[in-house]
């Protein structure tokens, strides 16, 4: 939950060059189109992750049987306040008005910040807890549980992710890699329009070769080349290997959505490379 944090500081400084450039742009064509796909991304993008860390906070302090602080759920409203006020009142991100936007993004950047300093405080007051009771509230839980969100983006990977916790959960370790590397597929076709990828070793070589921006190529690639001889030749992933695997698929997939590209230098890619369509 703390990378989930990090991760809206991320999304945080991203909306931010959004709007600067939005707001260089002023009232032309593009600018428009841009404020247009900034506020559909605030609510697909933006705004979910801060419904989802919602969802895991409430269902933490169920499991923990405690209730959140005011502290945490205030800045929660405000960050959702602040995101609608500037993608949504007042004509949205096509209404030029630079201060209304300014005023937004800085209170933005001071709730976060203390929603975070609120989020550690209720760790400190839950662990508190679990150590009068013998941490007997969370003997049951299921980390893996919370890598599972479903969001708007990314659905079909976003699936695969579920099976996978369902098979970690079931201890059905030589089903976890056959649903974590499909994840991966889809999460990329989603992220840059491609129909289809292979072979996907051929196709990570050629992503950094000629520039398409990943999160990662070579731990990629260990996924689907050492992945796809383990499980042809029988040999199955350990537990703890299964899921920091899940782990690093689900923070991979949230990665992608960091990445700015244009469609122009899809097509490039698309034309040098022969391993996409």
Same mark, same amino acid.
């Given at each position: ?63 923990? !049987? ?32 630079? $201060? $209304? ?14 929603? $975070? ?80 990828? !292979? ?57 992608? $959505? ?20």
């Amino acid at each position: 939950m703390r990378e989930d944090f990090a991760y809206i500081v991320s999304l945080q400084k991203k909306l931010f060059f959004y709007v600067f450039d939005i707001d260089k742009l002023g009232g032309t064509l593009r600018g428009h189109q841009l404020a247009v796909e900034t506020e559909k991304w605030v609510g697909d993008v933006y705004l979910d992750k801060v419904f989802e860390i919602r969802s895991k906070l409430n269902k933490f302090s169920r499991e923990l !049987n405690l209730s959140p602080k005011s502290e945490l759920l205030a800045p929660q409203q405000q960050i959702e306040n602040y995101l609608q006020r500037l993608a949504y009142s007042k004509g949205g991100l096509s209404c030029n008005n630079n $201060e $209304e936007h300014q005023y937004c993004l800085d209170h933005l950047n001071e709730v976060i910040s203390s929603y $975070e300093n609120a989020f550690e405080q209720f760790v400190t007051y839950a662990r508190n807890c679990l150590y009068q009771t013998d941490w007997a509230a969370i003997k049951n839980a299921n980390p893996e549980e919370y890598l599972g969100f479903s969001r708007r983006r990314y659905v079909s990977a976003r699936e695969e992710l579920e099976k996978a916790i369902e098979a970690i959960k079931n201890s059905q370790w030589d089903e976890v890699l056959n649903h974590l590397r499909p994840a991966i597929d889809l999460s990329i076709k989603e992220k840059f329009g491609f129909k289809k990828i !292979n072979p996907m070793r051929l196709f990570l070589v050629d992503a950094e070769k000629y520039g398409l921006p990943l999160p990662t190529y070579s731990m990629l690639y260990d996924y689907f080349d050492e992945g796809s001889q383990r499980i042809h030749s029988g040999k199955l992933n350990t537990p703890y290997e299964c899921k920091k695997a899940l782990e690093f698929v689900a923070g991979f997939i949230d990665e992608l $959505e960091l990445i700015d590209i244009s469609k122009e230098k899809i097509d490039e890619f698309k034309q040098k490379s022969r391993f996409v369509e």
